[in-house]
C-alpha cells in the first residue's frame, strides 16, 4: 500500500490536472458555438451555389465548361487534408491521417510508388506527421486557423486549382471531419477537382431543360467561367469551416470525458488514502497497547 505521503500527492497532481480539462472543456465550448453558428450558416449558400453550378454544368451540352471539368488520367494526384494545429481533441487527427495512409497504400499505390502522390497540409498536426516520414507535401498552411475566414482559405484553393489547370495534379481530393454535432464527426472524403456533375443534377437538368426555355444573360459559358472558381473557393472554405468545429467539438468532448475520469480517480484516490490513514492510526494503537502491556509486565 502507498505512503499517506505518496497519495496526498497523487491527489494534488490530480486535482490540478482536473482543473485545467475543466477549463479546457470550456474553452473548447464557447470557441465550439462560434465555429457551429459560422458552418450552419454557411452550409445552405455552399449547397444551393454547388446545385445551381451542377445544373448548369449537366446542362451545358457543347458549351466549354472551363478546364476545371476536364477528366484525365489520375497520374499525379493531390490530397488536401484537413486537420488541426493542436492535440487534446482525442482521435480527430488521427482519423484524418489513418484515412490518407489507407487511400496512398490502397487506391493510390501506384502513384505513391512513382511519386506521384503529393499531401497539402491545412493543420500543422498534418505537416508534423508527414514531415516526420518525408513524404512529399506539396504546401503547408498551419495559419488558417489564427483568424479563420474566406480570405485566408480563397489563396489555398486558387493554389490548387492553378496547379490542376497547369496539369501538375490529374485530380484532387480533400479529407476532413464534417461536423454533425459537439459528439459526433463524420469522416468526408470529395474529389474538389475534375468537377463532374452528378447523375441527380444530370437528371434535374433534363427534367427542367424539358419543361422550360432559359435565357442566360451573360452567356452559359460565361456564368459557367465565373461561378465555378467561386464554387470550388466556397467549398474548400466550407470543409475547413466544418473542420473546425470539429475539432471544438471533439475537444470539447475529450476533455469532458477527461475530467469525469479524473473525478473517479480522485474518489479511488480518497479511498486508498483514507485505508492507507486507518491502517496507519491501527498500527500506532497496536504500537502503544503493546508498549503498555510490556510496561506493566
Known amino acids: 500500500m502507498p505512503s499517506l505521503k505518496e497519495v496526498r500527492t497523487r491527489i494534488a497532481s490530480v486535482k490540478s490536472t482536473q482543473q485545467i480539462t475543466s477549463a479546457m472543456k470550456m474553452v473548447a465550448a464557447s470557441k465550439l458555438r462560434r465555429a457551429q453558428n459560422a458552418i450552419i450558416s454557411l452550409r445552405p449558400y455552399a449547397s444551393k451555389l454547388k446545385e445551381m453550378m451542377g445544373n448548369l454544368s449537366a446542362s451545358a451540352g457543347d458549351i466549354d465548361a472551363g478546364a476545371y471539368t476536364e477528366v484525365r488520367k489520375p497520374e499525379k ?149 465565373d461561378l465555378i472558381p467561386r464554387t470550388l473557393k466556397i467549398q474548400l472554405y466550407k470543409s475547413v469551416l466544418d473542420s473546425f468545429a470539429s475539432e471544438h467539438g471533439a475537444r470539447m468532448t475529450a476533455m469532458h470525458k477527461a475530467t469525469d475520469n479524473a473525478a473517479d480517480m480522485l474518489k479511488e484516490l480518497k479511498l486508498t488514502y483514507n485505508k492507507a490513514r486507518q491502517a496507519s492510526i491501527t498500527k500506532e494503537i497496536l504500537e502503544i497497547v503493546s508498549g503498555a502491556e510490556a510496561l506493566k509486565g
Open 77 to 225: 494526384v493531390l490530397l488536401v487534408l484537413v486537420a488541426s494545429n493542436r492535440g487534446l481533441c482525442g482521435a480527430f487527427n488521427a482519423n484524418v491521417m489513418k484515412k490518407a495512409n489507407e487511400m496512398i497504400n490502397g487506391q493510390y499505390a501506384a502513384q505513391q510508388k512513382a511519386g506521384n502522390l503529393h499531401i497539402l497540409a491545412i493543420g500543422k498536426k498534418v505537416s508534423d506527421y508527414y514531415g516526420r516520414r518525408k513524404f512529399p507535401i506539396a504546401g503547408v498552411h498551419n495559419t488558417v486557423y489564427d483568424g479563420l475566414s474566406f480570405d485566408k482559405v480563397m489563396p489555398i484553393a486558387e493554389e490548387i486549382m492553378k496547379a490542376f489547370t497547369d496539369k501538375k495534379y490529374d485530380k484532387v481530393e480533400i479529407i476532413y471531419n464534417q461536423f454533425k454535432n459537439a459528439a459526433v464527426q463524420r469522416l468526408i472524403v470529395e474529389q474538389f477537382l475534375p468537377l463532374q456533375a452528378s447523375e441527380e443534377n444530370k437528371a434535374v437538368a433534363g427534367t427542367k431543360t424539358q419543361n422550360a426555355d432559359y435565357i442566360f444573360e451573360p452567356s452559359q459559358g460565361e456564368i459557367l467561367n
